[in-house]
């Protein structure tokens, strides 16, 4: 079964650190990766995009990498702002409509 | 902007009422799908479409029907709400073909089935 897992559920840690969020899966025969970010009753906003065919994506202060063979993927945030205390969810796509979600990181960022 | 519309943003039904969320996308793409989200169990996929005229089933399609008349709308009916349909449902799309680009979503709805 094709299966995304996201580990930690919930991360706290102080402003300015950096920081990294893990997401694994089962199975490394993926179209692509995207990292979402969930405000609390809002709904979801594409942060990056990996292909299969990538190492990696960079966008400002996020870094997001992926590594098929593992089955893994990270999301790198440098310099962590209260302003980034989010859910942030990772969905791999397995099909051209199999887009399969993890549980989420919740972080909170401490001023 | 461009993007992916949710209609309406809240909404509380009886059970055994019916309804239709609606979706409706302007960036021309060719999938779409609606999701459903629910403490501990994450977004699930409830419906898909690959173009007009063309549905199909997700993960969890009971209760639901759909389908797709034009390129921009996607609406979701609930034929009679129960109240395990109390959720946050999203709609999403994406252009087809390779390479894959990502999804777009709406903001969603939330509805409560008392």
């Known amino acids: 079964k094709q299966e995304v897992t996201q580990i930690p559920a919930a991360l706290s840690v102080p402003e300015g650190e950096n920081l990294v969020l893990n997401c694994s899966f089962t199975?490394?025969?993926?179209?692509?990766l995207q990292w979402f970010r969930q405000d609390p009753g809002k709904g979801l906003t594409s942060l990056l995009l990996?292909?299969?065919?990538?190492r990696e994506q960079t966008s400002g202060r996020l870094n997001a990498s992926l590594d098929k063979s593992s089955g893994r993927s990270t999301l790198y945030i440098a310099a962590s702002q209260p302003g980034d205390s989010a859910t942030y969810l990772c969905?791999?796509?397995?099909?051209?409509?199999?887009?399969?979600f993890g549980q989420g990181t919740r972080l909170t960022i401490n001023p | 902007n461009a993007g992916v519309t949710q209609t309406p943003k809240f909404q509380v039904l009886k059970t055994g009422q019916s309804m239709t969320l609606q979706c409706a996308q302007d960036?021309?793409?060719?999938?779409m799908s609606w999701y459903r989200q629910d403490p501990g169990m994450g977004l699930r996929l409830i419906h898909y479409?690959?173009?007009?005229?063309?549905?199909d089933q997700g993960e969890v399609p009971n209760g639901y029907n759909v389908s797709r008349s034009t390129t921009e709308d996607f609406p979701l009916r609930l034929l009679s709400a129960a109240p395990s349909q109390t959720s946050v449902y999203f709609c999403?799309?994406?252009?087809?073909?390779?390479?894959?680009?990502?999804?777009?979503f709406g903001s969603g709805t939330r509805l409560t089935v008392v």
């Open positions: 999403a799309s994406s252009y087809s073909g390779r390479p894959y680009y990502g999804y777009t």
């Open positions: 199975d490394s025969a993926i179209y692509n």
């Open positions: 990996i292909q299969s065919s990538q």
């Open positions: 969905a791999v796509r397995w099909g051209a409509q199999k887009l399969v």
């Open positions: 960036m021309n793409h060719e999938y």
């Open positions: 479409s690959v173009g007009a005229g063309i549905t």
